[in-house]
T-cell receptor, first 113, second 112 residues
Framework: GENVEQHPSTLSVQEGDSAVIKCTYSDSASNYFPWYKQELGKRPQLIID?????GEKKDQRIAVTLNKTAKHFSLHITETQPEDSAVYFC????????????FGTGTQLKVEL | NAGVTQTPKFQVLKTGQSMTLQCAQDMNHEYMSWYRQDPGMGLRLIHYSVGAGITDQGEVPNGYNVSRSTTEDFPLRLLSAAPSQTSVYFC???????????FGPGTRLLVL
């Protein structure tokens, strides 16, 4: 089955700096890669996603890049703000229309004033 | 729309007891899933369903049963609770074509 590794497990940045979280996946058939943000005690919420036919996607301060050859994808947050502090999860799904989403172990991002 | 709802919010069980975690969605989504979340391990798929009457196992199905008699409801049954099942359980739903998963608020389960 799919295996998703995520790094780092914790990340501390100063407000205004950029943050990068990296994930690798094992199944070359995976074609959908979402990122979720989870605040303490809350449910995971989708913040951005990318499909395997796209190399990069951007939404305001958030961007995701995908390298299919290397089987890794990354989340980039620019101009970080205190409200960006949360746990971020990457995930991969091995087939279009399938329902087996495999998550990484999460990154605790702390944005310090 | 209420989205995805889960009950109860919090439950304490004794080892060996059984219970059902309820999940419902009002978005007419065909796909529904159950995940458990443990510290340092992300979310792991327990069982999933691609439509009424159709269920399949995920990554960690042992000790759990599911059924899907309607599109709206996808209950998760713990047959004989064990301390290893102490976790936060999330239900999620999505449409078949659009991969975005919508999560419920979670159920926090403590097994003593």
């Amino acid at each position: 089955g799919e295996n998703v590794e995520q790094h780092p497990s914790t990340l501390s940045v100063q407000e205004g700096d950029s943050a990068v979280i990296k994930c690798t996946y094992s199944d070359s058939a995976s074609n959908y890669f979402p990122w979720y943000k989870q605040e303490l005690g809350k449910r995971p919420q989708l913040i951005i996603d990318i499909r395997s036919n796209v190399g990069e996607k951007k939404d305001q301060r958030i961007a995701v890049t995908l390298n299919k050859t290397a089987k890794h994808f990354s989340l980039h947050i620019t101009e970080t703000q205190p409200e960006d502090s949360a746990v971020y999860f990457c995930a991969a799904t091995p087939q279009r229309g399938g329902n087996k989403l495999t998550f990484g172990t999460g990154t605790q991002l702390k944005v310090e004033l | 729309n209420a989205g995805v709802t889960q009950t109860p919010k919090f439950q304490v069980l004794k080892t060996g007891q059984s219970m059902t975690l309820q999940c419902a969605q009002d978005m007419n989504h065909e796909y529904m899933s159950w995940y458990r979340q443990d510290p340092g391990m992300g979310l792991r798929l327990i069982h999933y369903s691609v439509g009424a009457g159709i269920t399949d196992q995920g990554e960690v199905p042992n000790g759990y049963n599911v059924s899907r008699s309607t599109t709206e409801d996808f209950p998760l049954r713990l047959l004989s609770a064990a301390p290893s099942q102490t976790s936060v359980y999330f239900c999620a739903s999505r449409e078949p074509v659009v991969e975005t998963q919508y999560f419920g608020p979670g159920t926090r389960l403590l097994v003593l």
